[in-house]
Structures are given as structure tokens and as C-alpha cells.
């Protein structure tokens, strides 16, 4: 990093361990002023739907707030204890028991909130509002705790007042804040590349699954209006016809691997969690050693089969990619082992994903009392299939786009890895910066 400063620094240790021997340990209540809102009565009409601004702790995940989605009247303000914040204020969630609790957001406007939001106004002659901001956002698993991870009481203000906080001199908080926005502006520009691109993939998969490449005639079908020479048929037929040539899920009964038997290195034994993004993130497996996987005798994945979580977590699919010989499914995954001269295994997963094939899922979970498609209940699943060489037309179509998806997602994750290396050496004096 170009701003870094090689000149050695001296460090004291303190209650928030090693900062730099010219930085101040300062509560926040020692340079900020911390307040909270208010909610006028939901039941008075004539409260609500003005032009003031009012945040909710469920838009604190904006990090950003530039608007609001409710706002209140003059009359809300005077008969409530929501007040006017000031813009720059830092914005922490007190309560909620998921993972909403300890955020924290920049309020970008004047705004009020409500009680379940903390607003911290920085004194600007000491602290710098990103600086402050970026501190906390570091410290979310800290803050969270200070109730304690499962506390129902969630944080208050004297807790908010409470927190220490290392501060630099102005000058270098202002340098700090600036190399961390530069990096979130960029996480946020790929964020946004890769929401546009899942709207043309999704868009794309709607035409192409429906309508085809160059048809022109159409014909009604168990699965609404289809080209003409396509076909619709059930995942039985496809069976009996060879087009798929296995269907097995993994559901092992007595052989269900215990806890003990699942070692370091071996062979993969994959759930519906490890299903990101339309692959296996074989990070998120478990392994079993290769005696302990020959015992198996059903749910023996293998490399290009297509693979759909059926219990618990329904609907996500994949394309297993592997250079084993095999992997073991978990009693969540069903695999699609598909004759590739009948049916393209990029089609078939793409069509999987499709409206077409989640909504008849959807419809099997609502005539049973768990959430799952048992393998039998699959087999009466409908499959539309175009010949194999417009199947395999669709399906580099929809790759080409899902690889764009992945190759952003990856440069998504290498910067919120560097934001995240940076905050732990910035905001700690570790690498100091040239002011």
C-alpha cells in the first residue's frame, strides 16, 4: 500500500491491546453525543406519511442510509420521542436477535429513527464519523457480545457510551476513513455488477426455457406454452427411457455416518449447504476416510452428475465438478446422473433452477408436512427438453453468464478479504499512513 508508513512506531499496550504510543483510548461518550428516537403511534393515521425521514434497525444493512422507506408528519415528531439526526450520525442496531444487532450505518440525511436504533453524532473537532463508523463495523462480534450472543436485552445506550475507542489524531482518522471507503465504493460497484448480471441471467433463463433459440410455432403443455418440437416429460420417463441413467439420493438409514467416523482428509461428504452459487464449495464438506465411504451404498455422486438439495433446504442445484472418483451425498441431496448424448447436464441444472421446476417444488411441499421432495414424489416431477443440440445451445448460453457471476463473485470476496485486512491494520495502528 502506497500510503503505508515504513517509519518504525512505538506502541503502548492498553485495555483494546497494542495501538501506537500518540493514540488516545476515549469513550465514546467522551466525543460523541449518543441518542436514540422514537415511534409515533402507528395508530394515528395523521403521524405518518409526511416528509420527515424515520429509520428502522431493519435498514441499518444499508450501511448507507440516503433515504427511508416510512416517513412521519411535523404532528408525528411533536407527539413522539423520535427527533431530527443529524447527517454524518453513526447508526447502531441495539436489539434483534439475528444478525442485525450491532450493525452499524451512516445516516446520509436528516433523519429520525427509532427506539431500537442508537445515533452517535460525532464532536467533528475530535472524531471522524467514517473513522468512528469503520471502528465499530470491525468490532460487530465484540459489541454483539457485550449481552452476550443469545441476551434478549439486547445493547443500550449506556452500553453504546461505554465502548472505548482508539483514536489517532484527526488528520490520520480522515486517511484511515478515506483508504476504507475507496474499497468499499469498489466492493459496492461489483455488488451491483453482480446484481445486474443474476436480473439478465434470470431474465435470459425465462426466454430461453420457454421459448427456445429461432421458434416460431407453439404448442400448450403441462408446463404452459412450449415450442412445438420440445417434449414434457415426467422424471419417471426420463428413467425408464435412459435419458437418465441413475437417480439416487443420500439417504444412508443405519449406515448414517457418526460423529466420530468424519476425519480431516478423504472422501467428500457433501450436504445441501456446500451448494453456493450452482456449485459444490467442497470447503463447506465433510470427509470420511475411503474404507469408511465403501460402506456406502446409495447417494455415490460422481463428477458432472447435477445435484438438487431435496430436504430442509430445498431447490438449490449444482453441477458437481470433481477429480474423485466419487463423493458422498448427505440425506439433504439427490443426484441426476444424465446419458450426455440425451440430455445436457448444464441444461438440465439451468432448467432445474428455472421457475419451471422450483414452482413444482414449491407445490410437493405444500401437500406434505416437512419441508422436502422425497426422491419418490420427484420422479412425478415434469422435465421439458428441447433436442439435444439447442439443449446444449441454452446451457453455454446461461455458463457463459454464470461464469461472469462467478469470476465478479470471486473479485467480490478478494476485496471484502483486503477491506478486511486493512480495517484489522488500520484501525489498529499496525501499518501506520503518511498524512
Known sequence: MSEENQVPTRYKKTE?????????????????????????????????????????????????????????TQQGLENSNARILPADSVMVALNDQGKTRGSVAVLKIL????????????????????????????????????????????????????????LPRLPEQHKIATILSKVDEQIEQTEQIIERTEILKKGLMQKLLTKGIGHTKFKKTELGEMPEEWSVFRLSDLLESKYILSHLDGNHGSNYPKPHEFVESGIPYVSANAIIGGVVDFSKAKYVALERAKRFKKGIAENEDVLLAHNATV???????????????????????CDLQKISNFYLKYYMESPLFQNQLAKVMKQTTRNQVPITMQRNLYFCLPSIEEQRKIGNVLFCIEKQIMKNANNLAKLQALKKGLMQDLLTGKVRVTV
Open 111 to 166: 433523519s429520525t429513527c427509532n427506539q431500537s436504533l442508537a445515533c452517535i453524532v460525532p464532536d467533528q473537532k475530535i472524531t471522524h464519523y467514517l473513522y468512528l463508523f469503520y471502528n465499530l463495523q470491525s468490532r460487530y462480534s465484540e459489541i454483539r457480545n457485550y449481552t452476550g450472543d443469545t441476551g434478549r436485552e439486547g445493547l443500550n445506550l449506556r452500553i453504546i457510551k461505554d465502548i472505548n475507542v482508539p
Open 16 to 72: 483494546l491491546g497494542e495501538i501506537p504510543e500518540e493514540w488516545e483510548i476515549v469513550k465514546i461518550n467522551d466525543c460523541c453525543d449518543v441518542k436514540t428516537g422514537g415511534t409515533p403511534s402507528t395508530k394515528n393515521k395523521d403521524y405518518w406519511d409526511g416528509n420527515i425521514p424515520w429509520m428502522s434497525s431493519g435498514e441499518i444493512n444499508k450501511k448507507f442510509v440516503y433515504s427511508t422507506e416510512k416517513k412521519i
Open 315 to 337: 431447490g438449490p442445484t449444482a453441477l458437481l465438478k470433481t477429480d474423485l472418483p466419487y463423493v458422498i451425498l448427505s440425506t439433504s441431496l439427490t443426484y441426476y446422473r
